[in-house]
């Protein structure tokens, strides 16, 4: 049992470095950071490989530490509201992959619905925070930064995170 734990801290901790190098690769360019979303991968994974603590934490926590660490995103509006849609991606993974069969289909399953309410979430935050600073947040703003914009996100996220899933699951 302790061997697991200290495992899931691993992969937990190597899930937010990624969270911190992986924007570098976008080079700094805000727009195909925004399509590729290099963040949303290593916290979808962190909840599928670790469980939803892990999951939940790492996504709570990595915008806000790069916010911190390299100023970007963001910390207003920006971080904040990712912190949220990246702990629920870690939250929904985590806990649907631990209730549901370990097969392709239902990796599927817990990845769309994470993601879904994930950007849910990414738009109630920026939603109140809008409301809160002043500003607006209209539909097609949600639209455009929860889904047309991140379409190129959505197919890697989609394309690899099964596969990575999988590949663990075979070797445990």
Do not use: D, N
Not at 6 to 27: I, K
Not at 79 to 106: D, H, I
Not at 121 to 129: F, I, P
Request: some cysteine.
């Amino acid at each position: 049992m302790q061997k697991k734990s200290v495992a899931r801290l691993v992969v937990a901790a190597m899930c937010l470095a990624l969270c911190l190098v992986l924007p570098f690769l976008t080079g700094q360019i805000r727009e195909i950071g925004s399509m590729l979303c290099p963040m949303h991968l290593p916290v979808l994974l962190c909840g599928f490989l670790c469980g939803w603590p892990w999951g939940l934490a790492v996504g709570a926590v990595a915008p806000l530490l790069r916010s911190a660490l390299f100023v970007m995103p963001p910390l207003f509006p920006i971080a904040v509201s990712m912190a949220a849609e990246l702990a629920v991606y870690g939250l929904v993974t985590g806990l649907l992959s631990a209730r549901l069969p370990k097969k392709l289909g239902w990796t599927y399953v817990s990845l769309i619905a994470a993601m879904l309410l994930g950007r849910v979430a990414w738009g109630l935050v920026r939603l109140l925070l809008a409301g809160l600073s002043g500003g607006a947040f209209t539909w097609a703003m949600f639209l455009s930064g929860a889904l047309t914009t991140a379409i190129p996100g959505i197919i890697v996220q989609l394309i690899l995170v099964p596969v990575i899933v999988t590949a663990v699951q075979k070797r445990v």
